[in-house]
């Protein structure tokens, strides 16, 4: 394999994809990447002096991931579907983050626990996203479709302005004139309130299902502060079986508000939930029990 090939490869789409591309000095990123691998044997060999031009465009949701690191990760997290509980009146739903391998699984598992609660006819919903590290967003925005019912719930922001929307259309997710899982029509719309609960552990995707219920009426945050990485990324294979995972876009609400590599506040902060008393779980159910009918 040959190696300045590899580290140009790399570097190239860094350039072209980044949302931090157009400050950096690629000259002299590209310089000094050439330089530091100049006596390089193995793509291996090239990791770090790439993960430095990571590091110097100064986005923390960017990074390479080894092939061995994938399946390491892979290999260490056990796919997780939703689940959902009534508790009195009010439904809980537990949505875990997933990888794209486990969409089918994670759809049918949880679009079985959504039509089960809808079927007690809930005062309230709760979307526990504690814990949901990220993955693939659109299994998670179909399973809670119901609950955020018609129309654009977010946007895709790229550096040149190019705006991509997402939302449910005819009981369908969409993002931009795409349909994502097609064959599998969502519940109709459910209009009761819902209360998100979210901690530092919720990231990526699992934040991008925070910023779709953001602006909706009758929506209301609960918790600790997100992971900070309300940002789309795109990953891309390298050569070697290595992945670039690279911050394309950042994540805006439907009111127009945009996100990014920052920790987003829950309107109600709850701290000190301990594993015998859920604190945060207690302070949504609360004000949901005290809306009008």
């Known amino acids: 394999m040959n190696v300045p090939a590899y580290v140009d490869k790399a570097l190239d789409l860094l350039q072209q994809r980044s949302i931090e591309s ?20 193995t793509p291996a060999d090239t990791h770090a002096a790439i993960e430095a031009v990571i590091t110097a465009l100064g986005n923390p949701h960017t990074r390479l991931v080894t092939a061995q690191r994938m399946a390491a990760v892979r290999a260490a997290r056990a796919p997780r579907v939703p689940s959902g509980r009534m508790i009195g009146p009010v439904a809980h739903v537990l949505l875990p983050g997933t990888p794209s391998s486990n969409r089918r699984a994670y759809v049918t598992a949880g679009l079985q626990a959504m039509r089960a609660l809808i079927a007690h006819y809930p005062t309230g919903w709760v979307v526990d996203l504690r814990d949901n590290l990220g993955g693939d967003m659109y299994p998670m925005l179909t399973v809670v479709a119901p609950l955020l019912g018609e129309g654009d719930a977010g946007a895709f922001i790229e550096p040149d302005g190019t705006t991509t929307r997402w939302g449910v259309r005819s009981r369908h997710v969409h993002v931009g004139g795409r349909r994502t899982f097609r064959f599998r029509r969502v519940p109709r719309a459910v209009h009761r309130p819902v209360a998100l609960l979210v901690d530092g552990k919720t990231a990526s995707s699992g934040e991008a299902v925070l910023v779709s219920f953001t602006g909706l009426d009758r929506a209301r945050s609960f918790g600790e502060p997100t992971a900070g990485f309300a940002t789309a990324n795109q990953t891309f294979r390298l050569p070697d079986g290595a ?20 920790p987003v506040a829950p309107d109600s902060p709850v701290s000190g939930t301990s594993g015998t008393h859920d604190r945060a779980l207690d302070a949504s159910i609360g004000w949901l029990s005290g809306l009008p009918a």
């Not at 157009?22 to 530091?36: I, K, M, N, V, Y």
């Open 22 to 41: 157009a400050a950096a000095d690629w000259p002299a990123l590209r310089a000094q990447a050439h330089s530091e691998t100049a006596g390089a044997q």
């Open 243 to 262: 992945w670039l995972v690279i911050t394309t876009a950042l994540m805006a609400d439907r009111t127009g508000r945009v996100y990014g590599n920052a």
